[in-house]
């Protein structure tokens, strides 16, 4: 355990709530949401900023967690794929449509995928066929070959 002098202060808002930690310098944001405040659904993949299983929004930049550390989310919000569902727990429209047009199959892309996808939505709620194809270029999915995923964010366009 490291002694109390070697942390350092984090202030931030996860998901809408304020967050107040004292970490290790070293702690990488995508290990902070995980370990710390249990939100698995950010997943890790390469741990090298490949594969896109770690995206996360920062003050609504889509970012790869893995590649930041903690420290740097001070004054920050943080938006993990806990965060982007509907009112009350409902699936948001882009969820529905990742499962209304089967656009997951292990799930383990999946995170990162809707994280890209919604900050492509946020930015641009028309986008086209090649602008969600770039848009998801970063995240690597082994099962799909991404056509469904692609129809889904399609099929979400407008909705946000
Ligand atoms: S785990 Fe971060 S990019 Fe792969
Ligand atoms: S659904 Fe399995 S990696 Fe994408």
Redesign the pocket.
Same mark, same amino acid.
Do not use: S, V
């Given at each position: 355990m490291p002694e109390r002098s070697e942390l350092v202060s984090l202030r931030c808002q996860v998901n809408g709530r304020p967050v107040v930690a004292e970490v290790e310098p070293r702690l990488s944001l995508a290990d902070f949401l995980r370990q710390h405040l249990e939100l698995t659904g950010t997943h890790l993949g390469c741990e090298q900023g490949v594969c896109g299983a770690c995206n996360v929004l920062l003050d609504g930049q889509l970012v790869r967690s893995c590649l930041l550390l903690a420290a740097q989310a001070d004054g920050l919000e943080v938006v993990t794929v806990e965060g982007i569902g509907g009112p009350g727990g409902q699936l948001s429209r882009l969820q529905q449509a990742f499962l209304d047009q089967h656009g997951?199959? =292990?799930?383990?892309?999946?995170p990162g995928?809707l994280l890209a996808a919604e900050a492509l939505l946020r930015e641009n709620p028309k986008p086209s066929r090649d602008e969600v194809v770039h848009a998801i270029s970063g995240v690597?999915?082994? =099962?799909?070959g991404y056509t469904d995923?692609v129809d889904a964010i399609l099929a979400a366009r407008g909705g946000q």
């Open positions: 997951l199959q =292990c799930g383990f892309c999946t995928m690597i999915c082994r =099962c799909t995923i």
